[in-house]
RNA sequence: GCCGCUUUCGUCUAGUGGUUAGGACAUAGCCUUCUCAAGGCUAGAACAUGGGUUCGAUUCCCAUAAGCGGUACCA
C-alpha cells in the first residue's frame, strides 16, 4: 500500500526538494474545463506542499497550434487565479534542445529513421486489425539504417519483452508489456518533436518531481518511462486524475455541455465558485464541508483522497454554489463584475445606484450573473390581462378598492421619502387590516404585470413614485374598465 | 479487436469485517409568506453480479459484467 507520504519521495536525479508540477496544454482549442482541473489540481498539489506551478505550452503542433487559443488559455487561467511560478515555456522556442536529445538517441541506435509512408502504415494496421491483433508497428525499418534524407519520421526502438510498471499515486501500480506498445514515433524530423517525446525532455529540463495529469494519459506513460531511460533521465512521479464525464459518462465534450472556461466565464460563473466546484469533482476533504475558498481547499487538500472513478460535471450543483457565492456578494460587487462581463449598456438600470439597489434586492434569485437580465426584466411593465389583479380569494370590486385606497396612501409619501421601508410602513398597516392577501397582491400585479415577481415595496423602492402611481393607475383602469372581463 | 483503468442514492461523495450505510446537489411534501425567490423542516433514493474467506461481508480475495479511456507523422 502506498504511504501518505508516497509523494515525498523524489527521484534520485532531482536533488531539488521542492515540489515541481506544471500544466502543460497545446494551444489548439480554447481553454477547456478538464484542462482548467488538471492545472488547478497541479496548482492545490504546489501550493499545498510548498513547490512550484510551472505553465508550459505545448505547441509542436503547428498546423493546428494557434496564438488566440494560447491567449484564451493564459487568461482563463489567470481569471481563475491560478497563478504560474514559471513560464509560460513554449515548446517552439526549445527547438535546439530537443533537437539535441534526438541525436544523441540516433547517435547510440536507441531511434532510427522510418520511410514508411502514412499510406503504408495504414495498411498494416487494418491488416492487423482483420487478424485480431493490436495495432503496432510492425519494425518494418528497425534494422534498415534509413538515412536521414529519406526519413519520413524518427521511431524510438522500443524493447519487445518486457514489463513497465509505474507506481501512480492516484491508482497503485500500473503495469504494461512492452510488446503491445511497438516502436513510436518520436518526431517528424530534428527540428519537429512529437509529443511523447518533447514532454519526457521537458519534464526533465524543467525538473518536474510529478507529473498530475488527466486519465486519458495513463497509456502514454510506459512510452515516457522508455523514453526517459533511453536518455539517462529518471522518470517523475505520476498521478493520473479521473476524468471530468458528461451525463452520459463519456468523456465531457461539447455535445454535453459547454466545454470552454471562457463560456462559463460569460455565463457568470463566479471564478471562486468555478474553482471550489472544479476541486470537488474527484475530491473532496475529510469533513463534509463543500463550500470553501481557495485559501481553505488548499488547506485540505491532499492529493491521496483524490477518486479513481470519474466525476460527471452537474451543471445544477455547479449552479447552486455558484448562487451561494453570489448571495454573499455586495450589490456593489456585482454591479462592478456585470458592468466587466456584460458593459454598461446593458446593465445600468435607470442609473448606477439604483442598479446596484436592484441587485442587492435581486441577488436571491440568481444563480449566475447572466440571470441579471432577467431579473431587470422583472423590473420593467408588462401588459396584463386585468383578470391577474383579482386575487384568488378576492374580487373584482375588493381589489379595484384596496388599489385605490394604495393609491392614495402613495399619492402622500413624498418623492425623496419614497423608499421601499417607507412605503412599507406606510402601507402596511392598511394590508393587516384589510387583509396582506386581498391588498398586497393587486397591487404588486399592477406594479409588475406579474404572476411571480418581486414584491411590490421593493418595485415601487425602485421605479420611483412617479411610474408607481402610472401603473397603479393603470391597474385601477383594467379593474374597472368594462373590456377587460374578470 | 487489443491494452489499460473504473464501479456506494439520479449526480458529487463519506464510511466500516458487525452502522438505522452519513452528507451535499437535485426531486417531492410541509412551514414561513402578497406571488416568486431565499430560508427552515421532513421524505423517498445506493453498496454492479456470481463465487469464495469468515461466526459475519458493502468492506478482504477471485471471476464475470458493464462503463470509460487509449490504440496517430494530435496532445
Not at 481569471?79 to 538517441?105: C, V
Request: with cysteine; charged share 25%.
Amino acid at each position: 500500500m502506498r504511504s501518505p507520504y508516497h509523494y515525498l519521495s523524489m527521484p534520485d536525479n532531482h536533488s531539488t526538494d521542492t515540489v515541481r508540477v506544471r500544466i502543460a496544454p497545446s494551444p489548439t482549442g480554447f481553454l477547456h474545463i478538464g484542462t482548467a482541473r488538471t492545472a488547478l489540481f497541479n496548482w492545490l498539489f504546489a501550493k499545498k506542499m510548498g513547490g512550484k506551478f510551472i505553465f508550459r505550452i505545448e505547441d509542436t503542433d503547428l498546423e493546428r497550434s494557434e496564438k488566440r487559443f494560447e491567449d484564451d488559455i493564459i487568461e482563463g487561467l489567470r481569471w481563475l487565479g491560478l497563478q504560474w511560478d514559471e513560464g509560460p515555456y513554449r515548446q517552439s522556442e526549445r527547438l535546439d534542445i530537443y533537437e539535441r536529445s534526438l541525436r544523441e538517441l540516433l547517435d547510440k541506435g536507441l531511434a532510427y529513421y522510418c520511410e514508411c509512408t502514412k499510406e503504408k502504415l495504414d495498411q498494416d494496421r487494418q491488416a492487423q486489425q482483420q487478424e485480431g491483433k493490436a495495432p503496432i508497428y510492425p519494425g518494418t525499418c528497425r534494422d534498415k539504417n534509413v538515412p536521414a534524407e529519406r526519413g519520413q519520421v524518427i521511431r524510438f526502438r522500443v524493447p519487445e519483452h518486457e514489463t513497465i510498471s509505474f507506481d501512480d499515486m492516484i491508482r497503485g501500480t500500473i503495469s504494461f508489456e512492452t510488446g503491445l506498445i511497438g516502436d513510436l514515433a518520436i518526431a517528424k524530423n530534428l527540428r519537429t518533436p512529437l509529443y511523447n517525446f518533447a514532454v519526457v525532455v521537458d519534464d526533465h529540463e524543467m525538473r518536474m518531481s510529478h507529473v498530475i495529469r488527466g486519465e486519458d494519459h495513463i497509456a502514454n506513460t510506459p512510452k515516457q518511462i522508455l523514453i526517459a531511460r533511453a536518455l539517462g533521465f529518471t522518470p517523475p512521479v505520476y498521478a493520473h486524475l479521473p476524468l471530468i464525464l458528461g451525463t452520459d459518462r463519456s468523456k465531457m465534450s461539447k455535445r454535453h455541455a459547454a466545454t470552454s472556461l471562457n463560456e462559463y466565464r460569460m455565463q457568470g460563473y463566479l471564478p471562486a465558485a468555478l474553482v471550489n466546484f472544479i476541486a470537488l469533482l474527484g475530491w473532496h476533504p475529510l469533513d463534509d464541508k463543500e463550500k470553501m475558498p481557495a485559501a481553505e481547499i488548499i488547506e485540505k487538500f491532499d492529493i491521496n483522497r483524490v477518486q479513481k472513478g470519474g466525476a460527471v460535471f452537474d451543471v445544477q450543483k455547479l449552479n447552486w454554489l455558484n448562487a451561494e457565492y453570489i448571495k454573499e456578494k455586495t450589490g456593489a460587487d456585482l454591479f462592478a463584475m456585470l458592468i466587466a462581463l456584460y458593459g454598461e449598456e446593458k446593465v445600468v438600470f435607470h442609473d448606477a445606484p439604483t442598479t446596484v439597489r436592484l441587485l442587492e434586492i435581486g441577488k436571491m434569485r440568481m444563480e449566475r450573473l447572466s440571470d441579471y437580465e432577467a431579473l431587470r426584466d422583472s423590473f420593467l411593465p408588462h401588459t396584463y390581462d386585468g383578470a391577474l389583479l383579482v386575487g384568488k380569494k378576492s374580487t373584482r370590486e375588493a381589489a379595484a378598492v384596496h388599489l385605490s385606497k394604495c393609491q392614495e396612501i402613495i399619492r402622500g409619501v413624498l418623492v425623496h421619502e419614497f423608499t421601499q421601508e417607507n412605503l412599507e410602513a406606510m402601507l402596511m398597516p392598511y394590508a393587516n387590516n384589510e387583509g396582506r392577501a386581498a391588498v398586497l397582491w393587486p397591487l404588486r400585479v399592477a406594479l409588475t404585470g406579474q404572476e411571480r415577481s418581486p414584491g411590490p415595496f421593493e418595485v415601487m423602492g425602485i421605479v420611483g413614485k412617479d411610474e408607481s402611481l402610472r401603473r397603479i393607475a393603470e391597474g385601477i383602469e383594467k379593474l374597472n374598465g368594462p373590456s377587460s372581463a374578470a
